[in-house]
């Protein structure tokens, strides 16, 4: 699949389902295109290789947890895993980042442009 991250098969797979009780028996070529071929921006996109530097916009405990999960399998053979986290003010913080530092090396807090980004902890 063209979409790194266990979550993101799972998705497809719920798509496809979703697709096939509303249109019913579809294309088993076109499913396998569209497969290797779907990316989704800001969820595990690859930006840099060099060190492989990749974006992800989860934004709630359950969205971290399957970023966390989906790790492994992408960050294979690298040295370290470091994450650059800015988290909103109206989301579960602490929620969020017990779910993603279990899987990280380090984490590096930062405040993104948005006015409702917290700020990191001091």
């Known amino acids: 699949m063209g979409a790194a991250g266990a979550f993101q098969r799972r998705n497809?797979?719920?798509?496809?389902?979703?697709?096939?009780?509303?249109?019913?028996?579809?294309?088993?070529?076109a499913v396998a295109a569209a497969a290797a071929e779907v990316r989704i921006p800001g969820r595990l996109q690859e930006v840099a290789q060099a060190p492989l530097t990749l974006l992800d916009g989860a934004h709630n405990p359950d969205g971290m947890r399957?970023?966390?999960?989906?790790?492994?399998?992408?960050?294979?053979?690298?040295?370290?895993?470091?994450?650059v986290v800015?988290?909103?003010?109206?989301?579960?913080?602490?929620?969020m980042l017990a779910a993603l530092l279990p899987?990280?090396?380090a984490i590096v807090c930062t405040?993104?442009?948005?006015?409702?980004?917290?700020?990191?902890p001091r």
């Open 111 to 120: 405040t993104s442009q948005n006015p409702r980004a917290l700020p990191p």
């Open 103 to 105: 899987a990280c090396d």
């Open 86 to 95: 800015s988290i909103l003010d109206d989301k579960d913080a602490a929620g």
């Open 66 to 83: 399957a970023l966390a999960e989906s790790l492994p399998e992408i960050v294979d053979g690298h040295d370290r895993l470091v994450a």
């Open 12 to 29: 497809f797979a719920l798509a496809r389902a979703a697709a096939e009780a509303f249109l019913g028996d579809l294309d088993e070529r």
